[in-house]
């Protein structure tokens, strides 16, 4: 069976852009990208919330889980380059409504995209925020450790027997 996307000319396969197929395709792409880029925000959401606690392999864990929508959001990307070039006026469409969904599709993943980056820029500050936090704690409690050295040592000085008393 051959794809009804693909003009089949002379032996070569070129796409056919006439075809409502092409269309298609592109709003079933545009719909897994916004349904990858919603993920991304709920996974955003929660590393905003899990990166203030303490258990470091949850952090990872979602970290992980965002990697894994961020790759398949790149896939999606190269299937879309096959669109980039085109001029949206020329695309032939079954309905204008299924136009106005894409079109919409595409604004809202706009949106989202937006909000995904303002939820990592408050995540990245509030964790830096954290990690100078421990870092002051941390030299604090070096400071602490070097004077109570420094009076344990006083402590176990012995008495001279050296008497300096008259010079």
Do not use: F
């Amino acid at each position: 069976m051959t794809n009804p996307i693909y003009r089949h000319d002379n032996g070569q396969s070129t796409i056919d852009k006439s075809s409502t197929d092409y269309t298609e395709r592109l709003l079933a792409l545009m719909e897994c990208k916004l349904a990858l880029v919603e993920s991304l925000h709920m996974v955003s959401t929660s590393h905003r919330a899990i990166s203030l606690g303490e258990d470091v392999s949850v952090t990872l864990g979602v970290i992980a889980r965002r990697d894994a929508i961020v790759d398949q959001l790149l896939e999606v990307q190269l299937e879309m380059r096959t669109y980039q070039g085109d001029d949206p006026e020329q695309r032939v469409w079954v309905s204008p409504d299924r136009r106005q969904r894409c079109r919409s599709i595409a604004a809202k993943i706009d949106q989202v995209i937006k909000e995904v980056i303002q939820l990592d820029s408050q995540t990245l500050d509030a964790m830096c925020q954290q990690r100078d936090s421990i870092a002051a704690e941390l030299r604090h409690g070096l400071d602490s450790n070097l004077t109570q050295q420094a009076y344990a040592a006083n402590d176990t000085l012995q008495p001279s027997l050296l008497d300096i008393s008259d010079l």
